[in-house]
């Protein structure tokens, strides 16, 4: 049969475990019936029936389906936000995840992004980025790929148009979007991550990020980067669309010498504390390995997809009828023998 195949509700090791039991058991009733065949009362009917009952409940076991094409998904009921910093500072090279190893801060955030996806299966993800301005790159969607695929390719701002950091570039991006999920799902829980170096070069005074409280259900503030700081370097994008570093560093207009950029601890948990969430430093020994929100949600909700998906169907019922029918025959074979018994 076209698409036939067995897929063990079990697993294969408990549904292959419960399958090869019951065939040793119908192999063993057939033993046993052709050794006591002249002393035993047991028909040869009897005997394949009860052959035949442990065979279809170890095929039951196994659980025979078959392939359909779908466009519905179940989705957990939890829905994503990461905003990320992409202003020039996050190209400073003195960001640290899990391990000593010195990375880009951009880079950091990009494997936190990745570990994020991995805390919450099967939920919805939306992926923003700020710098100048904020930008919803990754619409809210159940593809976790589309999300690391897009952590894979973040890349800072060039120089050339990089205006200095504002911390509250994403606020009203992040506003509409939050207010439009939770209107959309209101059952949902929604969480939401900002990774950000916490630097605030701009002159004007950041917005407080308090709106955004009565739309989400729990929020965390990634600190990328080291107190201590390093200098940042210019960037620039080539033809092909790869961003390089010049081999210059920014110059700071009011010292004339290289600009150096430092995590901001201080604008980092202001921003948690006005989220009501919890702000994390990401370096050597923290990690998102183990931080996911307790406000995921448990609940499942059905949506459909554009994308087809192949799933396997199981198909138990006739074996199950057949089972159960034998089953029935054993029963009146053994009441009609307890009469005659008796």
Known sequence: MSGYMLSPSLGWIGGGIIAALLLVAAIFNVVLFIRRRNTSDTSLVACIRRSAIAVLIAIMALTPSVMATTTSRAINATDV??????????????????????????????????????????????????????????????????????????????????????????????????????????????????????????????????????????????????????????TQVTASGNQTQAGDWVIDPSTKQPAVSKMDPKNLAAMADEISGRYIALNAKNTLSNSASKDASKRYRVSTTVKKRRRATPVVWPYAIAAGVLLLWEFGSWLAMSRRML
């Open 81 to 234: 936000y990461v905003a990320v910093d992409v202003t020039g500072s996050m190209a400073v090279n003195d960001a640290q995840y899990g391990s000593n190893d010195k990375i880009a801060r951009i880079n950091a955030a990009s494997k936190a992004v990745t570990d994020i996806t991995a805390l919450y299966p099967n939920a919805s993800f939306a992926g923003l980025s700020f710098g100048a301005s904020a930008s919803l790159d990754v619409p809210l969607t159940p593809d976790s790929n589309a999300l690391t695929n897009w952590a894979d390719t973040l890349r800072t701002e060039p120089t050339a148009s990089s205006s200095g950091s504002n911390l509250d570039a994403p606020l009203d991006k992040l506003l509409v979007n939050l207010k439009a999920t939770h209107d959309q799902h209101p059952d949902d829980s929604i969480i939401l991550y900002v990774i950000t170096d916490g630097e605030q070069t701009s002159s004007a005074t950041r917005r407080s990020f308090s709106s955004l409280r009565g739309y989400i259900n729990d929020g965390f503030v990634l600190g990328v980067g080291s107190t201590a700081g390093a200098q940042v370097p210019v």
